[in-house]
């Protein structure tokens, strides 16, 4: 019996990652459909039907050209960051409550918080095992914005368990039945929408690529496999920060076409804000973090916590 329940969560694990990589290939070809419209042109669309076969191809297109590296590199460290940011991004999904999956987290958000940590290494080791000036700035200005923000973020979702008191992500639909935590805290949810910006490293934030200092950022180096996998990471990071704010403020996980829709709408969002919004500026994003996110969210915290303890 114990074998069985070993292969039903071994199971459930694989078509999980299968099912995460193929939202995430049709991410992309949702980003450069919509992209294209917001630039008044097609998009990719000579493909199969209206271009739905262009993520595969350029898939295969990565994954078969010559893995090139750079003589000076640290080879190991070098070759093993982007697997490992791949491996880190995708172990974070285990967190969705699947019926089927077996696995039953208690302690989510601790979970949650040390995945997204670990993240911070991939993108740190990325930079300096290049050995290319542009790739360790990149990397450098990376990991200080990710640091940044996470800060942030604790403390934005910190508000949300003390209206659970709990650790599991499960219970927020119990408590979402009647009415959705996104409007009991607007401002919280919102900032935690332009964090997550910056924790995924999306525009207004890709401060890891700026064209005219830093060319491509950390990933500079990369060609090939190495950069497909640091581009599947970041793209699942921005599929599961969609889940887990659809989770967390917009009625809680239900296995239901309408979570699926609320899911795809926010990831669309982050779409749309890279095709509206410039490039923010560097000394600004951290005055954000520090200045503006991380006083809203202590003092939304200790306005909560007081409203819990008084209505106990």
Request: aromatic share 20%; hydrophobic share 55%.
């Amino acid at each position: 019996m114990f074998l069985k329940d070993l292969l039903m969560i071994f199971l459930g694990g694989l078509i999980l990652i299968i099912g995460v990589l193929i939202g995430v290939a049709f991410l992309t070809l949702m980003e450069r459909k919509v992209l294209g419209y917001i630039q008044i042109r097609k998009g990719p669309n000579k493909l199969g039907i209206m271009g739905i076969l262009q993520p595969f191809s350029d898939a295969i297109k990565l994954f078969t050209k010559e893995q090139i590296y750079p003589k000076f590199s640290n080879y190991l460290f070098y070759y093993f960051s982007p697997v490992l940011s791949l491996i880190l991004s995708l172990i974070i999904w285990m967190l969705i409550p699947y019926m089927f999956n077996m696995i039953y987290f208690s302690l989510g958000f601790l979970f949650f918080f040390c995945c997204l940590s670990m993240g911070v290494y991939t993108l740190m080791v990325s930079g300096w095992s290049s050995n290319s000036n542009y790739s360790l700035l990149g990397g450098l200005r990376a990991v200080a914005q990710t640091i940044s923000y996470e800060v942030s973020l604790v403390l934005i979702i910190m508000s949300s368990m003390i209206f659970i008191m709990d650790f599991n992500l499960l219970k927020f639909f119990e408590y979402q039945s009647l009415i959705w935590f996104f409007f009991l805290m607007i401002p919280l949810s919102l900032c935690w929408m332009s964090s997550s910006l910056a924790e995924t490293n999306r525009t207004p934030f890709d401060f890891a690529e700026g064209e005219s200092e830093l060319v491509s950022g950390f990933n500079i180096e990369y060609s090939s496999g190495g950069f497909a996998l640091i581009f599947m990471s970041e793209y699942s990071s921005i599929l599961f920060m969609s889940m887990f704010f659809c989770l967390v403020y917009m009625g809680g996980y239900n296995l239901t076409i309408i979570f699926y829709l609320k899911l795809c709408l926010i990831s669309f969002l982050f779409v749309w804000i890279r095709g509206t919004l410039p490039r923010y500026r560097y000394d600004k994003l951290m005055y954000l973090a520090w200045k503006s996110y991380l006083s809203i969210s202590l003092n939304f915290l200790l306005f909560y916590l007081g409203m819990k303890i008084f209505l106990l």
